[in-house]
């Protein structure tokens, strides 16, 4: 069973820095594109970014650019998202997702039928 278990959310102040990591369990990594996505109270779900199966691409939201970094490791199963410089508006639950693609692209606007738990970012004062 394709599962991920996600980390690294928690409390920061504004500025702050977190790195989300993202584990497979039960499965490999490769031939998959991850994304991230994330959803804050009383919005819908959006997405944030995007890894293509091998990592030769990344996609990212005008929200997240310049201050996200997505990346991943096959041989270790997991994905990492870097956020810096975070606002108290990145406050929402992060999940990761994944998708079977073998391209070397990967977007925001695919069905990604396989997700996490999610884990909890708070950027407050």
């Known amino acids: 069973q394709l599962q991920f278990v996600e980390s690294g959310g928690g409390l920061v102040q504004p500025g702050g820095s977190l790195r989300l990591a993202c584990k497979a369990s039960?499965?490999?990594?490769?031939?998959?594109?991850i994304g991230w996505f994330r959803q804050a109270p009383g919005k819908e779900r959006e997405g944030v970014s995007c890894?293509?199966?091998?990592?030769?691409?990344?996609t990212y939201a005008d929200s997240a650019k310049g201050r996200f970094t997505m990346s991943r490791d096959n041989v270790k199963g997991t994905v990492y998202l870097q956020m810096n410089s975070l606002k108290p508006e990145d406050t929402a639950v992060y999940y990761c997702?994944?998708?079977?693609?073998?391209?070397?692209?990967?977007?925001?606007?695919?069905?990604?039928?396989?997700w996490g738990q999610g884990t909890q970012v708070t950027v407050s004062s």
């Open positions: 997702a994944a998708r079977r693609s073998p391209s070397s692209l990967c977007t925001l606007g695919w069905q990604y039928g396989y």
């Open positions: 890894i293509s199966s091998r990592g030769e691409s990344t």
């Open positions: 039960g499965f490999t990594l490769n031939g998959y594109a």
